[in-house]
């Protein structure tokens, strides 16, 4: 297993995925994705099937694209693991990614997203805060 600690061809591919979706770079995006790649968002029950519609859904996020800080990344193969935190304006939230790629393209992605929010006070006493949340 590889973590983001170590450059390989597949942790700079997800870097420069990730960079490219901020900046709106979409060349670089639709060089990245495999032409029929597929995205997935469980929580909302959507599917964004080839390169060319993922890349329109990121052109039109409402408010502006979001900035992402990549925390890790780690896998081996063509399975990978991004894990990142996401900025939507002044709301955070944190997601991982599951990549999986097909030589050096994108071919499937299926994404997470969970809100930030405070940590409860009755576990306070039983567990270490990492940091702020937002």
């Known amino acids: 297993m590889t973590t983001s600690t170590e450059s390989t061809p597949h942790a700079a591919t997800i870097e420069r995925f ?4 901020h900046d709106g770079d979409g060349p670089v995006l639709l ?3 495999a032409p029929d790649s597929v995205t997935r968002w469980p929580q909302s029950s959507e599917r964004i099937t ?32 991004a894990e990142l935190t996401a900025d939507y304006g002044a709301d955070r939230w944190h997601t ?13 992605m299926t994404d997470y997203f969970g809100p930030a929010f405070e940590a409860p006070e009755w576990r306070r006493d039983m567990v270490e805060l990492e940091g702020a949340v937002v």
């Open 31 to 33: 060089d990245i994705l």
């Open 18 to 21: 990730f960079a490219a979706i």
């Open 50 to 81: 080839g390169a060319t519609a993922c890349l329109r859904v990121h052109q039109n996020y409402p408010g502006g694209r979001p900035s992402y800080r990549i925390e890790r990344i780690s896998g081996s193969g063509d399975l990978w693991i």
């Open 96 to 108: 991982v990614s599951i990549i999986e790629f097909d030589g050096p393209r994108i071919a499937r």
